[in-house]
């Protein structure tokens, strides 16, 4: 069972900015698939960012519009997400993800169903 620990939520203003982290206990390949989803109050799970363990290029999803960056530093098994300009709607929990997934398949922006491995998720919470 892989382990992931996000860190890093919390509350900031509109405008502000967070950095999220999640330690993986596994190593990455090119076919790892990480990311991040969240899950705001009462609303269906998004994807927000993916990339694949050998780098390249990452999925964004829509609700992003260019504000957050997600990135990997495979020497410390973490990935991250770099969230700027943030808005109230972005407020939710974010999860790290993890599984095994071809390049292209990740590339795509699976859905969730595709993640076998969650973290415990950590709070973004954006105020006006």
């Known amino acids: 069972q892989v382990q992931l620990t996000e860190s890093g939520g919390g509350s900031v203003q509109a405008g502000g900015s967070v950095k999220l982290s999640c330690v993986y206990s596994?190593?990455?390949?090119?076919?790892?698939?990480l990311g991040w989803f969240r899950q705001a109050p009462g609303k269906q799970r998004q994807v927000v960012a993916l990339?694949?363990?050998?780098?390249?290029?990452?999925y964004y999803g829509n609700i992003v519009e260019g504000r957050f960056t997600i990135s990997l530093d495979s020497a410390k098994n973490t990935l991250y997400l770099d969230m700027n300009d943030l808005k109230v709607e972005d407020t939710a929990i974010y999860y790290c993800?993890?599984?095994?997934?071809?390049?292209?398949?990740?590339?795509?922006?699976?859905?969730?169903?595709?993640?076998?491995?969650w973290g415990q998720g950590t709070q973004v919470t954006v105020s006006s």
């Open positions: 993800v993890a599984d095994r997934l071809a390049p292209p398949v990740c590339r795509a922006g699976p859905v969730d169903a595709y993640f076998g491995n």
């Open positions: 596994m190593k990455f390949d090119s076919n790892s698939c």
């Open positions: 990339t694949s363990g050998g780098g390249g290029a990452s």
